[in-house]
């Protein structure tokens, strides 16, 4: 097909290992889970985020399109001028697209291993608060009041973000500048249309 796959782990290992030893009582909340990705995984999403500004398009994913994809898609976002604010509602309607069918094969898959999808599991996997999001980002982030020098750890300095800038934005903008209304769109539907680490 011509098409490049690339592989970029975020929390590795699989679903049955990670439920087995669970209890109500150890399930963590969303903004937690993302703080630990972000601290954990920095390198490894700001190499999905490096991979989407090869400049055609492409395609990022995980299995709900939520935390992994979400965390990453923020993270381009931010990269290319989109406001916090913006980013979080964007997210948030997320939660819309996993209700119905999805949860619901979600919630037999995770039965099967004997662990209900019920309470703060429940949210955990089916939900897409904006606090939960804004949270992390705020403390993980933002903390010293930019997302430059995360951005730059991460390995998205501002050659990469120059290019996220040119291969995402109709017209491109300076550094500075804020996305024009446009631009944005659903989280889901920006994933699925440009951003990605699978190309």
Not at 130 to 153: I, K, N
């Amino acid at each position: 097909t011509g098409i490049a796959l690339e592989r970029v782990p975020i929390m590795a290992g699989s679903l049955h290992e990670a439920l087995a030893h669970l209890t109500t009582a150890d399930i963590p909340d969303l903004q937690t889970v993302y703080a630990a990705m972000l601290r954990d995984s920095g390198r490894t999403l700001g190499r999905a985020v490096a991979l989407t500004a090869g400049g055609g398009p492409t395609v990022l994913h995980c299995t709900a399109g939520k935390d992994r994809t979400g965390l990453a898609t923020a993270l381009v976002l931010l990269a290319i001028g989109f406001g916090l604010d913006e980013i979080a509602a964007d997210y948030a309607r997320t939660e819309a697209n996993l209700a119905g069918a999805w949860l619901d094969a979600m919630s037999v898959r995770i039965a099967r291993l004997g662990v209900p999808l019920e309470g703060p599991l429940r949210r955990l996997v089916g939900e897409s608060p904006e606090r939960a999001l804004r949270g992390a980002l705020d403390e993980v982030v933002l903390r010293d009041g930019s997302a430059a020098g995360y951005l730059d750890a991460i390995g998205v300095d501002a050659a990469v973000r120059a290019r996220l800038r040119d291969a995402l934005l109709t017209p491109p903008l300076p550094a500075t500048g804020t996305a024009p209304p446009a631009v944005a769109s659903s989280h889901q539907d920006a994933a699925a249309r440009r951003s990605g680490a699978g190309r």
